[in-house]
């Protein structure tokens, strides 16, 4: 089946820092991923779509110059939280849809800001 | 408005004790619903895509269906590994390509 990565699984920072995640499929191109977070007991709330050579598409009241997104190549995209603060902790998750336009989702990030 | 609502919000079964869990859902165009289990901590785990009403597909001891009103996902004679939150998405001709996930059902199993 079709795989996706995500790096770091875990990832803790200071208030005010930047932080980068990579969402790569392993075995299949894909020239739109997507990046979620999930509250906890909560089900996924999308954040943006990353095209792969343009840029991403926020949804409403997602900060695009607090969630940096590249979509630089058809296996990897990268979601950047700029100056983050404790409230951006959350759980991250991204996913790449393929030719059948099936998303397959990555493990996600936990991150945590002090 | 698209609208996607699982019942019921959460399941406890024993082992070997059949069920199925409901995905109601209102939208303008379906073009496709997708069934996820998802383990805490983790991200979700793709099991289906239907696609029109009338189609079923199966994987081990899950099967899903699909009627134009609404979806559901049967658990038969399940084990504990089957506990995990199960989650329903619809793509739709207004959202292309992006997913409406319902708030999930989440299934315990015990031995």
């Known amino acids: 089946g079709a795989v996706v990565s995500q790096h770091p699984s875990r990832v803790i920072c200071k208030s005010g820092t930047s932080v980068k995640i990579e969402c790569r499929s392993l075995?299949?191109?894909?020239?739109?991923m997507f990046w979620y977070r999930q509250f906890p007991k909560k089900s996924l709330m999308l954040m943006a779509t990353?095209?792969?050579?343009?840029?991403?598409?926020?949804e409403q009241g997602v900060e695009k110059d607090k969630f940096l997104i590249n979509h630089a190549s058809l296996t990897l995209s990268t979601l950047t939280v700029t100056s983050a603060h404790p409230e951006d902790s959350s759980f991250y998750i991204c996913?790449?849809?393929?030719?059948?336009?099936?998303?397959?989702f990555g493990p996600g990030t936990r991150l945590t800001v002090l | 408005e698209d609208q996607v609502t699982q019942s019921p919000e959460a399941l406890r079964l024993q082992e070997g004790e059949s069920s199925s869990l409901n995905c109601s859902y209102t939208v303008s165009g379906l073009r496709g619903l997708f069934w996820y289990r998802q383990d805490p901590g983790k991200g979700p785990e793709f099991l289906f895509t239907l696609y029109s009403a009338g189609e079923e597909k199966e994987k081990e001891r899950l099967k899903a269906t699909l009627t134009k009103k609404e979806s559901f996902l049967h658990i038969t004679a399940p084990k504990p590994e089957d506990s995990a939150t199960y989650l329903c998405?619809?793509?739709?001709?207004?959202?292309?390509?992006?997913?409406?996930f319902g708030a999930g059902t989440q299934v315990v199993v015990t031995p």
């Open positions: 075995d299949f191109q894909a020239t739109t």
């Open positions: 998405a619809v793509d739709t001709t207004d959202s292309w390509g992006k997913l409406q």
């Open positions: 996913s790449a849809r393929d030719v059948l336009e099936t998303q397959y």
């Open positions: 990353s095209n792969e050579g343009s840029k991403a598409t926020y």
